[in-house]
């Protein structure tokens, strides 16, 4: 069992299925509702969680019912989270998450200006005990600490490099892994071609880089700057909302057990397949049980 230490955005999605994506005005009626955590680095550690990790999730909170719901609810899911910070006087982030009938999802989010940026109360022994680090954009300042804490003591370190209200590119060079969205991706280095986006997001940052690009699968460079990839797996998908902070915590997980990249993406990427089975979010995580048969039979 390895400890996955993830530093980021955590809030509380209310997830409502729909027929259809609302347009416009009006009123809509929902088919089911859940509330489950979400966030890039929450929904990562709750993965790292059901594949059998040590996961502790580090980021701030509003001291407040939402706050507290949500903690509970990541506690639950097997994640250590009783070093958050929760900040006075100050609103927990939240999500509404409208999902339809093919599994496509629209998403309004909330996340507090006034939440304080300050990274230094970050727990030193946390991350200095740390098997793996992963983080997020979505905290800049926590993820700035969070990396430059980890390369101090030699951690192996991930960003999840997804597009940001904010230039968030200093980042990408801290991490030794960094996987995209591909809009992330085209926002880190102004290129739509994948392959092109890659090679110059390697020359930018030193990093070892990826993209996941949902049904197209996921591309990597190898050692030798040789693209590479890993076709999606077909499923037919019920709620896509959080699969890729799923892949990610899955990708950490099977760095942390020392997989061979190629198998580590495909890991993931089974992972996040798995998870767009089931309407929930992050609740739709697969357990490492689960993940193993799957691969068992391909």
């Not at 990541?74 to 989270?81: I, K, L, T, Y």
């Not at 998450?97 to 946390?126: A, C, M, T, Y």
């Not at 209200?165 to 996987?179: C, N």
């Not at 999606?232 to 902070?245: L, R, S």
Request: with cysteine.
């Amino acid at each position: 069992m390895a400890r996955i230490v993830c530093v980021g955005l955590a809030c509380l999605d209310h997830l409502f299925k729909v027929g259809h994506l609302p347009a416009g005005g009006g009123k809509t009626f929902a088919e089911n509702y859940v509330a489950a955590p979400g966030g890039p680095a929450a929904a990562a550690s709750i993965a790292a969680a059901a594949l059998g990790h040590d996961a502790v999730f580090l980021g701030r909170l509003g001291d407040d019912d939402v706050g507290r719901e949500l903690t509970a609810r990541m506690a639950r899911c097997g994640v250590d989270v009783s070093a958050v910070r929760y900040i006075n006087g100050q609103s927990s982030q939240v999500s509404s998450v409208v999902v339809d009938q093919n599994g496509e999802r629209q998403i309004i989010n909330f996340s507090s200006r006034h939440l304080d940026p300050d990274p230094s109360w970050l727990p030193e022994k946390i991350i200095a005990s740390a098997d793996f680090l992963l983080t997020d954009v979505r905290w800049p300042e926590g993820a700035e600490e969070g990396l430059k804490r980890a390369r101090q003591h030699t951690v192996p370190s991930l960003i999840d490099a997804d597009i940001s209200p904010i230039d968030t590119s200093h980042l990408i060079g801290l991490a030794d892994y960094a996987v995209f969205s591909e809009k992330g991706l085209q926002m880190f280095v102004d290129e739509k071609d994948i392959v092109k986006g890659l090679q110059s997001a390697r020359r930018k940052s030193r990093a070892w880089v990826a993209v996941t690009a949902g049904e197209k699968g996921s591309y990597w460079l190898d050692e030798r700057g040789i693209i590479c990839s890993c076709p999606a797996e077909q499923v037919e998908a019920i709620d896509t909302c959080g699969a890729g902070d799923v892949f990610h915590g899955a990708f950490a997980a099977a760095l942390a057990e020392k997989m061979h990249i190629k198998e580590a993406m495909h890991f993931a990427g089974v992972t996040a397949s798995l998870k767009c089975l089931s309407f929930g979010g992050s609740l739709g995580t697969p357990d490492r049980a689960t993940v193993d048969r799957f691969l068992t039979k391909v």
